[in-house]
């Protein structure tokens, strides 16, 4: 069944070399019980191991049932061991936070994908253990825990069983008990080889086998080699590796979840730097997209692909300016001449603007007047939700009637209904027909703080004009804004006769379409800087994630190399440590999307800020979070992985 022939193997530590195997050549039968005797140091551990395929020969020749192993990789020699050869540890290597069913169960994790409990508590029960399933190692005997790894090494059906000193920690009565079990295994034609020093123990066995200095010097039989079953004709193939499935994935969550449930605090504290930053990440953009909201719906108060011509001022000699308006007036003929000479303009309201004295009752309010053309509320977009906009008749017959923002009503009214009601501006009375939409206050001005009346009312009856402060334009499309700003300026050039030297300074255009696209800019910029500044913090959250699971690694070390003893392949251990790193990361990405929510409400209601937390950006935040483990976990996953199972279990 196994054959070596002048197997070699050296240990090197630092300068020195130490030859633990010197051209061992042994042949092992199948349903052999079996002893490798000898002082420290002589070489049995190191051919028990080599046999059990966790180390490999320097040199010499291995063949399992007749095919040669020396070749193969590294993940292929963990599906033989999981499928072939079963481990009984001296030092147990239960893993402390399992109960005896789980550990005893544990290889078919990696054989069957999943972990058969009924299979685990059959073989407890076949080894004496049926009533302590649920306990863990701690709450039992070290003959106890030998019988646990004893279950675990059969769940597998394996041909070898291969024990290291199973007695070397027990009482005699425990060792007797081990013994007996491991007899009545191989009576069943299972191939026992135990590793010992004591003659007590090796008694037990058909065949001793003698080593000193790494060679062997003698080979008794004690009767006749009692197979109970032919050998199979070949090796078992490796199972090649293969993806992961849903059900891979959920039996490695479970195993992450309870590696990190046994340490919380660490948990905890690994977490905190992901949430922190994910929280932050959060409200750093709902700031930056509430702000830009608030931009955008400040703009689209002020109407849309809309342009505002004002008279300008020249300069005399001597380069010293005059007056607005001093050389060139805007007039309710020109902007009927823009309406009617300029296609691409789809409508204009001529402006007055002054400050009045508003009464009501016995409440006053000093606030704006704007004299304005029928066609204002569709420039921009202040149809009034109640009542109603004057008519182009109302204008020019210079009806006394009048719309008011919110922040005159509620200072002139309160919480009275203000249609109907008569208010006098500049001791001139009005009748209040409409309320204009609430617009909101800007950088300079209260939106709301304003009373809309007809053009030709504002300029004949209250201001005493006659010309316009400016004038509203409004173009077909967003495209044609600044073709009709220039046209606007052409026209206007030839109306008034303005010289080429003075056409710089005659009007002036604001083009808002200009305004919102720098205000936006600039907002999306801010919010880009909070979000980056937000990011670093889950950068040091990964660093961390990092950091804490290279502690894991190195402490966990014996337990890596325990799992790849029972059939473990690289990916498995890969997979673990990376869905721990996964975890860690998607539930502070939970908790600080949660916590970032919380801050935002915070900040909206006590300091009045506008926010706006979007889908896209929570998703943005969880999964760079989930990214950030995956990147920053891959590297200790990998190094576990990596690590030799004997290197890995000898470690302290």
């Given at each position: 069944?196994?054959?070596?022939?002048?197997?070699?193997?050296?240990?090197?530590?630092?300068?020195?070399?130490?030859?633990?195997?010197?051209?061992?050549?042994?042949?092992?039968?199948?349903?052999?019980?079996?002893?490798?005797?000898?002082?420290?140091?002589?070489?049995?551990?190191?051919?028990?191991?080599?046999?059990?395929?966790?180390?490999?020969?320097?040199?010499?020749?291995?063949?399992?049932?007749?095919?040669?192993?020396?070749?193969?990789?590294?993940?292929?020699?963990?599906?033989?061991?999981?499928?072939?050869?079963?481990?009984?540890?001296?030092?147990?290597?239960?893993?402390?936070?399992?109960?005896?069913?789980?550990?005893?169960?544990?290889?078919?994790?990696?054989?069957?994908?999943?972990?058969?409990?009924?299979?685990?508590?059959?073989?407890?029960?076949?080894?004496?253990?049926?009533?302590?399933?649920?306990?863990?190692?701690?709450?039992?005997?070290?003959?106890?825990?030998?019988?646990?790894?004893?279950?675990?090494?059969?769940?597998?059906?394996?041909?070898?069983?291969?024990?290291?000193?199973?007695?070397?920690?027990?009482?005699?009565?425990?060792?007797?008990?081990?013994?007996?079990?491991?007899?009545?295994?191989?009576?069943?034609?299972?191939?026992?080889?135990?590793?010992?020093?004591?003659?007590?123990?090796?008694?037990?066995?058909?065949?001793?086998?003698?080593?000193?200095?790494?060679?062997?010097?003698?080979?008794?039989?004690?009767?006749?080699?009692?197979?109970?079953?032919?050998?199979?004709?070949?090796?078992?193939?490796?199972?090649?590796?293969?993806?992961?499935?849903?059900?891979?994935?959920?039996?490695?969550?479970?195993?992450?979840?309870?590696?990190?449930?046994?340490?919380?605090?660490?948990?905890?504290?690994?977490?905190?730097?992901?949430l922190i930053g994910v929280a932050a990440v959060v409200a750093m953009m709902a700031l930056g997209r509430g702000a830009q909201k608030s931009i955008e719906t400040q703009l689209s108060s002020l109407g849309s692909n809309l342009l505002i011509l004002r008279q300008g001022a020249a300069r005399s000699t001597g380069a010293v300016s005059l007056e607005v308006g001093a050389v060139t007036r805007l007039t309710l003929e020109d902007a009927q001449a823009l309406k009617e000479r300029i296609p691409i303009i789809k409508a204009v309201s001529p402006n007055v603007q002054g400050r009045g004295q508003v009464t009501y009752k016995d409440k006053n309010w000093n606030t704006q007047i704007t004299g304005a053309a029928p066609t204002y509320a569709q420039i921009h977009a202040s149809e009034p939700k109640i009542g109603r906009l004057f008519n182009q008749q109302e204008n020019l017959s210079r009806k006394r009637v009048a719309l008011l923002g919110m922040t005159v009503i509620r200072n002139l009214f309160g919480d009275t209904d203000p249609m109907g009601e008569l208010i006098k501006i500049n001791k001139v009375g009005f009748q209040v027909i409409g309320i204009l939409p609430v617009k909101g206050a800007t950088g300079w001005r209260d939106q709301d703080d304003v009373i809309i009346i007809p053009v030709l009312t504002a300029m004949h009856r209250l201001m005493g004009k006659d010309y316009v402060d400016f004038i509203d334009i409004e173009a077909d499309s967003p495209e044609n804004v600044d073709p009709a700003q220039n046209a606007a300026l052409d026209l206007l050039f030839s109306r008034h006769k303005i010289p080429l030297s003075q056409q710089q300074d005659a009007f002036h255009i604001h083009n808002m379409a200009d305004i919102k696209e720098a205000l936006t800019q600039t907002s999306q910029t801010m919010g880009l800087l909070l979000a980056s500044i937000a990011a670093i913090s889950l950068l040091v959250g990964g660093i961390g994630i990092m950091n804490i699971m290279l502690v894991s690694v190195t402490e966990r070390t014996h337990e890596i190399g325990l799992r790849k003893a029972i059939g473990a392949r690289r990916k498995d251990i890969l997979a673990q440590f990376l869905t721990e790193a996964v975890v860690i990361s998607a539930v502070g990405g939970i908790a600080g999307i949660a916590l970032g929510w919380l801050i935002t409400q915070a900040i909206s209601n006590v300091a009045g800020w506008a926010t706006f937390v979007s889908i896209p950006a929570v998703l943005l935040a969880f999964f760079f979070s989930a990214s950030i483990g995956v990147i920053f976990g891959m590297y200790p996953a990998r190094k576990a992985s990596l690590l030799n199972p004997i290197d890995a279990l000898r470690y302290e």
């Amino acid at each position: 069944m196994i054959e070596l022939k002048n197997i070699h193997k050296t240990y090197r530590m630092g300068e020195v070399t130490v030859p633990a195997l010197r051209g061992v050549s042994l042949a092992i039968g199948s349903g052999e019980f079996m002893a490798i005797m000898g002082p420290s140091g002589s070489g049995k551990s190191t051919l028990l191991h080599i046999i059990g395929l966790l180390d490999a020969p320097d040199s010499g020749s291995y063949c399992l049932n007749g095919k040669e192993v020396s070749y193969l990789s590294e993940d292929d020699l963990a599906s033989l061991r999981r499928d072939a050869i079963g481990f009984v540890f001296q030092q147990f290597n239960l893993l402390p936070r399992m109960s005896a069913l789980e550990n005893a169960a544990l290889p078919l994790l990696y054989s069957a994908h999943r972990i058969d409990l009924h299979r685990s508590r059959a073989l407890l029960d076949r080894v004496g253990l049926g009533q302590r399933v649920e306990h863990r190692p701690n709450e039992l005997s070290g003959g106890q825990q030998q019988r646990v790894a004893i279950a675990r090494a059969l769940i597998n059906n394996p041909r070898i069983i291969l024990a290291d000193e199973p007695t070397g920690n027990l009482d005699t009565e425990s060792a007797k008990d081990i013994m007996f079990s491991l007899a009545e295994l191989n009576k069943m034609g299972i191939t026992v080889v135990i590793v010992t020093h004591e003659e007590d123990i090796a008694r037990y066995t058909r065949r001793y086998i003698r080593m000193r200095d790494g060679t062997i010097l003698s080979d008794e039989r004690k009767g006749p080699n009692p197979s109970r079953i032919p050998a199979p004709s070949s090796t078992p193939e490796p199972v090649p590796p293969t993806g992961f499935g849903i059900h891979d994935l959920w039996q490695h969550l479970r195993q992450g979840m309870r590696t990190l449930g046994n340490n919380k605090v660490r948990t905890a504290l690994s977490m905190l730097g992901i949430l922190i930053g994910v929280a932050a990440v959060v409200a750093m953009m709902a700031l930056g997209r509430g702000a830009q909201k608030s931009i955008e719906t400040q703009l689209s108060s002020l109407g849309s692909n809309l342009l505002i011509l004002r008279q300008g001022a020249a300069r005399s000699t001597g380069a010293v300016s005059l007056e607005v308006g001093a050389v060139t007036r805007l007039t309710l003929e020109d902007a009927q001449a823009l309406k009617e000479r300029i296609p691409i303009i789809k409508a204009v309201s001529p402006n007055v603007q002054g400050r009045g004295q508003v009464t009501y009752k016995d409440k006053n309010w000093n606030t704006q007047i704007t004299g304005a053309a029928p066609t204002y509320a569709q420039i921009h977009a202040s149809e009034p939700k109640i009542g109603r906009l004057f008519n182009q008749q109302e204008n020019l017959s210079r009806k006394r009637v009048a719309l008011l923002g919110m922040t005159v009503i509620r200072n002139l009214f309160g919480d009275t209904d203000p249609m109907g009601e008569l208010i006098k501006i500049n001791k001139v009375g009005f009748q209040v027909i409409g309320i204009l939409p609430v617009k909101g206050a800007t950088g300079w001005r209260d939106q709301d703080d304003v009373i809309i009346i007809p053009v030709l009312t504002a300029m004949h009856r209250l201001m005493g004009k006659d010309y316009v402060d400016f004038i509203d334009i409004e173009a077909d499309s967003p495209e044609n804004v600044d073709p009709a700003q220039n046209a606007a300026l052409d026209l206007l050039f030839s109306r008034h006769k303005i010289p080429l030297s003075q056409q710089q300074d005659a009007f002036h255009i604001h083009n808002m379409a200009d305004i919102k696209e720098a205000l936006t800019q600039t907002s999306q910029t801010m919010g880009l800087l909070l979000a980056s500044i937000a990011a670093i913090s889950l950068l040091v959250g990964g660093i961390g994630i990092m950091n804490i699971m290279l502690v894991s690694v190195t402490e966990r070390t014996h337990e890596i190399g325990l799992r790849k003893a029972i059939g473990a392949r690289r990916k498995d251990i890969l997979a673990q440590f990376l869905t721990e790193a996964v975890v860690i990361s998607a539930v502070g990405g939970i908790a600080g999307i949660a916590l970032g929510w919380l801050i935002t409400q915070a900040i909206s209601n006590v300091a009045g800020w506008a926010t706006f937390v979007s889908i896209p950006a929570v998703l943005l935040a969880f999964f760079f979070s989930a990214s950030i483990g995956v990147i920053f976990g891959m590297y200790p996953a990998r190094k576990a992985s990596l690590l030799n199972p004997i290197d890995a279990l000898r470690y302290e």
